[in-house]
């Protein structure tokens, strides 16, 4: 019942968003989607800078994420914050008509990561919620909850070995705030990381456990294909194919880029109509982290959650089968990023 009546206030959401026009559920759906997978794409681009001060999530979408191919010593726990404040150059993902608007997203993050045994493997399990909030466009705001479990090879010797990875990710969509479910959805991804890193002179860093702190300039290659199975219609198949580098520029500052190549292919809905999708998001960012001198001390820092600042721009551009579902985004945000390691 919860969600049948949120998917009315959806309804009469969407029946805005679309004007004069007639929305159908193929136009609905290619919508949430894009909008999910890019808001996943930049927030873990935040997440993934080379940043060996502030804690972050214990999983990632970018091969180039500190520590993601390396095993786990020990049980790790860490909690992470992302407030991010920015422009929305269509927030209602239209074309053409969009909306231009500020947007404030805070994402709360909990991850917990252990060694397998004596395996080569590394279990990771997450949980999220996230508020997104439009000031011209209030229409779309939505709110999120969900989480992932991802088992992992790892060499132990080597973090720059060929990484393949199973995850599997629950979603729930939910109207302001957190009152009427909107969607459910549950997400099977399989797939690999790589990664190659250099030092200083830009000579490739030799075969370690760990060769983060050793890491200067990365370039990581992140491919996987899913299968989403969504509450109501449709469910969809996907391929992802995500290059991504990151460069430490001094100790308090670096940059990283990555492009999010993806096509989905939606199921047949009650209609017997069918689409397809296919998108790209390049993404870069700029990061200064707060010296822990700032604080008084390492200590200090710690408990603040070592916070470090961001500057994010991206520009996602969609084709669709689905008629009138192909648009264009920019987006820029500037965020602060908190964690802490437990």
């Known amino acids: 019942?919860?969600?049948?009546?949120?998917?009315?206030?959806?309804?009469?959401?969407?029946a805005l968003l679309c004007g004069a026009g007639s929305c159908g559920g193929a136009w609905?759906?290619?919508?949430?989607?894009?909008?999910?997978?890019?808001?996943?794409a930049m927030n873990d681009a935040l997440y993934a800078t080379p940043n060996r001060q502030t804690p972050a999530p214990l999983t990632n979408l970018y091969a180039t994420a500190p520590d993601l191919e390396a095993q786990i010593p020990a049980p790790q726990f860490r909690a992470n914050a992302l407030l991010p404040l920015g422009w929305n150059s269509n927030a209602n993902e239209i074309s053409p008509g969009g909306i231009p608007s500020g947007q404030w997203r805070p994402v709360g993050t909990?991850?917990?990561?252990?060694?397998?045994?004596?395996?080569?493997?590394?279990a990771t399990v997450t949980g999220f919620a996230e508020t997104d909030r439009y000031f011209r466009a209030s229409q779309v705001n939505l709110d999120k909850s969900g989480g992932s479990a991802r088992l992992q090879y790892v060499d132990p010797g080597n973090d720059q070995?060929?990484?393949?990875?199973?995850?599997?990710?629950?979603?729930?969509?939910?109207?302001?705030?957190?009152?009427?479910?909107?969607?459910?959805?549950?997400?099977?991804?399989?797939?690999f990381n790589k990664r190659v890193n250099f030092d200083g002179d830009f000579r490739?860093?030799?075969?370690?456990?760990?060769?983060?702190?050793?890491?200067?300039?990365?370039?990581?290659?992140?491919?996987?294909?899913?299968?989403?199975?969504?509450?109501?219609?449709?469910?969809?198949?996907?391929?992802?194919?995500?290059?991504?580098?990151?460069?430490?520029?001094?100790?308090?500052?670096?940059?990283?880029?990555?492009?999010?190549?993806?096509?989905?292919?939606?199921?047949?809905?009650?209609?017997?109509?069918?689409?397809?999708?296919?998108?790209?998001?390049?993404?870069?960012?700029?990061?200064?982290?707060?010296?822990a001198s700032v604080f008084g001390g390492e200590r200090?820092?710690?408990?603040?959650?070592?916070?470090?600042?961001?500057?994010?721009?991206?520009?996602?551009?969609?084709?669709?089968?689905?008629?009138?579902?192909?648009?264009?985004?920019?987006?820029?945000?500037?965020?602060?990023?908190?964690g802490w390691r437990f």
């Open 204 to 291: 490739q860093v030799g075969i370690a456990g760990n060769t983060s702190a050793a890491t200067v300039l990365s370039f990581g290659l992140t491919a996987f294909v899913q299968q989403r199975l969504r509450e109501p219609q449709t469910s969809s198949q996907a391929a992802f194919i995500i290059p991504s580098m990151s460069y430490v520029i001094t100790p308090d500052w670096n940059a990283s880029l990555a492009v999010e190549f993806l096509g989905r292919w939606f199921d047949r809905n009650s209609l017997g109509a069918s689409s397809h999708a296919y998108e790209i998001q390049p993404i870069g960012t700029v990061e200064y982290v707060v010296p």
């Open 1 to 14: 019942m919860r969600i049948a009546l949120g998917l009315k206030t959806r309804a009469g959401a969407l």
């Open 110 to 122: 909990l991850s917990w990561a252990a060694p397998v045994g004596d395996l080569p493997l590394r």
């Open 300 to 338: 200090t820092a710690e408990l603040f959650g070592h916070p470090a600042f961001d500057l994010q721009g991206s520009y996602l551009k969609v084709w669709s089968s689905a008629p009138g579902g192909g648009y264009g985004q920019f987006q820029a945000i500037a965020a602060v990023k908190l």
């Open 161 to 191: 070995a060929f990484s393949p990875y199973f995850a599997f990710a629950p979603r729930w969509d939910f109207s302001p705030t957190f009152s009427n479910q909107l969607s459910a959805r549950q997400d099977f991804n399989l797939g």
């Open 28 to 40: 609905a759906q290619a919508r949430l989607d894009s909008l999910s997978d890019a808001q996943d």
